[in-house]
């Protein structure tokens, strides 16, 4: 099992940026794609960025079309944590952001989340 722990989040004017933080209980470099969806009121749970590792520690992400261009997603295994910069911010990203796992076999995409965390809140401001 991974506990997850999201920080970063905040209120920010548009065009801001911020970046999330995940705090993984334990390493998951081998075992789980990681990730980030966010959940707005009245939409549905919409996966913005993930990330897995392949062999000879190759990365491969996956953006939402959404955030193309704006976010990144890292991870510093050494910390087993998880970023998100996310740049260019809109009125429309305001959401909860949650970080997630889903065991291998898995895809950057988090098709099937198997754990996530108790979210950290994101508001932009027009």
């Known amino acids: 099992q991974v506990q997850l722990t999201e920080s970063g989040g905040g209120s920010v004017q548009a065009g801001g940026s911020l970046r999330l933080s995940c705090k993984a209980s334990?390493?998951?470099?081998?075992?789980?794609?990681m990730g980030w969806f966010r959940r707005a009121p009245g939409k549905e749970r919409e996966v913005v960025a993930g990330?897995?590792?392949?062999?000879?520690?190759?990365?491969?992400?996956y953006y939402a079309d959404s955030v193309k261009g704006r976010f990144t997603i890292s991870q510093d295994n050494a910390k087993n944590t998880l970023y998100l910069q996310m740049n260019s911010l809109k009125p429309e990203d305001t959401a909860m952001y949650y970080c997630a796992a889903e065991g291998r076999p898995c895809s950057p995409k988090l098709s099937y989340l198997n754990y996530w965390g108790q979210g950290t809140q994101v508001t932009v401001s027009s």
């Open positions: 990330i897995a590792t392949g062999a000879s520690s190759t990365y491969y992400t």
């Open positions: 334990r390493s998951t470099y081998s075992g789980y794609c």
